[in-house]
């Protein structure tokens, strides 16, 4: 039996624990803005759809601007972008907390604030998961990711209760204020951490050629499609209860700012039991069991949330549902770090966070006009049976398990000697490996060029092809494209050491008596210039 890393391994490392620590300090903070921003439009609005709207315009920032922070994540240092993040949102936050107590605040000028306060989160919140594969080695990443989720569920377990007690006591913009103090502990942490990061050698990718990039690279992954479509119809589904729960508490369970608090408390509390909970269910459930026990659990509490009208009723519902919100979500989450290489985790991360925020400022909005149109009780229930249609999803595209493979760099390729002199930004480049195949092995071989096609065009080629010789049937050449001799180096650079088997299996299925033949060639058109056509046309007299 395999030695089982224990949960709490990552708070042996020092950076991590103190980061931790700061983390849950400032999602303290945040908690305390969100049920402050909740109650305020409750208070100053009289429109579900603008209730609603507060968590919508919180999340829809992230499903925007997440590939590019992913990008940025990927091409910048981490460092830099996590402390610039925590300073815009330090600042938007106070500045939050002055119009409000100035009495100057409106709905719409709440949701822009709130909408700014997303921005920030999700340039920040890339570069911190992508981090975390930083921090702590690849066999700690699962139990890290899951005590993120500890740490931010701790201060939901004890942070909206205590943020309706200051909203009742202080006023809405007191809590504005102590989410702004709280960024300061994040940011001293970030400060005194000093990564070292691989310096690489070729020019830093431009925005576009990285989200580009990125796109390409999860939309050649199976498994990283799956997660992003289920990470999307869980984020839609089960935010129906987020998003409509300050509505429950005022409607349903006539109820005030600290029955809200004690609520989202419950929430935390079942959300802390699913994380603690998290490593030891993976030794008997499949990643897609938990998926499916998560949709169909978090379903059920939507049902309830949506018929009961006392607080003992709605807050065991509420448990339920948060211990299902973490183990779906942590699950996705390691799911895409372990499947990921280093070089583009940023981005893979942050088209999961699109996909899975997407999904809930869409949810947010939808449930907010149905609870408008026919009530919080058909809202939820809807909800329940789209939860119960994510089960059922999973017996077509089942999650797969954590990942075992080696995402490290091969570091077997070697630039060649060139006798041009070539540029950097020189190209197109066409690159054709020949192959001697014998017969007997040519069904193996095009099943192992499915899979090379796949990893080529994922890593960045173009213009894929398979082509053999008319007059020597034995011979089959691999052909492919790249913009640069820059983007053909990073091509090969990004290879990992999962991809080298398939490579050492089709070298096994050569048969000449050297290695393929590998030809590197630069493209050029010949096409006549306009002087020499009409010196072409004019030439003869008449």
């Known amino acids: 039996m395999p030695d089982r890393r224990s949960p709490l391994a990552p708070l042996g490392n020092h950076v991590f624990l103190t980061i931790w620590l700061a983390s849950i300090t400032s999602n303290f ?27 919508a315009s919180n999340t829809a920032p992230i499903m925007f601007f997440s590939l590019i922070a992913g990008a940025v994540a990927d091409g910048f240092n981490r460092r830099r972008v996590l402390l610039l993040s925590q300073l815009f ?36 919140n890339p570069s911190w998961q992508a981090s975390v594969g930083d921090i702590v080695g690849k066999e700690d990443v699962p139990a890290a990711v899951s005590l993120n989720s500890v740490g931010y569920n701790i201060t939901r377990s004890v942070g909206p209760a205590i943020g309706g007690f200051i909203v009742a006591v202080a006023g809405v913009a007191a ?8 960024y300061i502990a994040m940011i001293f942490a970030i400060f005194r951490w000093k990564p070292e990061y691989p310096v690489s050698q070729l020019p830093r990718e431009s925005l576009g050629q990285a989200i580009a990039a990125g796109l390409r690279y999860v939309s050649m992954s199976p498994n990283l499609m799956k997660v992003m479509f289920r990470g999307f119809l869980f984020g839609f589904a089960a935010v129906s ?23 989202l408390g419950a929430f935390g509390v079942g959300a802390i039991i699913g994380a603690l909970s998290n490593g030891r269910l993976r030794e008997y459930l499949s990643s897609e069991q938990i998926v499916r026990c998560s949709f169909a659990g978090f379903a059920v509490a939507a049902a309830v949330c949506g018929v009961s009208t006392h607080f003992w009723q709605v807050a065991p519902a509420l448990v339920l549902a948060g211990g299902c919100w973490v183990l779906s979500l942590s699950l996705f989450n390691t799911v895409v770090q372990l499947s990921t290489p280093r070089w583009v985790v ?15 400022a869409l949810g947010s909005w939808i449930w907010g006009v149905v609870a408008e149109n026919h009530g919080v009780t058909e809202a939820l229930s809807i909800s329940a049976i ?6 059922a999803v999973g017996f077509w595209l089942a999650m797969p398990a954590f990942a075992t493979l080696d995402l490290d760099p091969l570091n077997r390729f070697n630039e ?10 020189s190209g197109p480049v066409v690159v054709q490996i020949d192959y001697e195949i014998r017969d007997v092995d040519l069904p193996e071989f095009l099943r192992l060029m499915v899979e090379r096609r796949r990893i080529r065009l994922r890593d960045g080629a173009r213009n894929w092809t398979l082509m053999r010789d008319l007059e020597n049937p034995d011979i089959w050449t691999e052909s492919y494209h790249t913009a640069t001799w820059v983007e053909y180096v990073r091509h090969n650079q990004r290879r990992t050491k999962a991809d080298a088997d398939t490579t050492d299996r089709l070298l096994a299925l050569h048969s000449g008596p050297e290695k393929p033949r590998v030809h590197r060639m630069i493209e050029r058109q010949a096409i006549p210039r306009a002087n020499d056509v009409f010196h072409q046309v004019h030439i003869e007299p008449r």
């Open 29 to 55: 903070g945040a908690l305390i803005q969100d049920v402050g921003a909740a109650w305020m439009m409750t208070s100053i609005s009289s429109s579900k759809d603008m209730v609603a709207l507060v968590q």
């Open 89 to 124: 949102l330090l600042i938007v936050s106070a500045l939050l907390a002055i119009f409000a107590f100035l009495g100057h605040m409106t709905p719409w000028l709440l949701l822009a604030f709130t909408f700014l306060i997303g921005c920030g989160t999700a340039m920040n």
């Open 175 to 182: 809590a504005f204020a102590v989410n702004a103090v709280s």
């Open 241 to 263: 209860i987020l998003s409509l729960l300050p509505i429950v508490a005022k409607d349903n369970l006539n109820g005030g700012p600290l029955v809200f608090g004690g609520l």
């Open 346 to 360: 940023g981005r893979a991360l942050s088209l999961y966070q699109t996909a899975t925020f997407g999904g809930m």
């Open 386 to 391: 789209v939860l119960m249609v994510g089960v």
């Open 416 to 425: 060649p000697a060139l006798r041009l002199d070539l540029r950097p930004r």
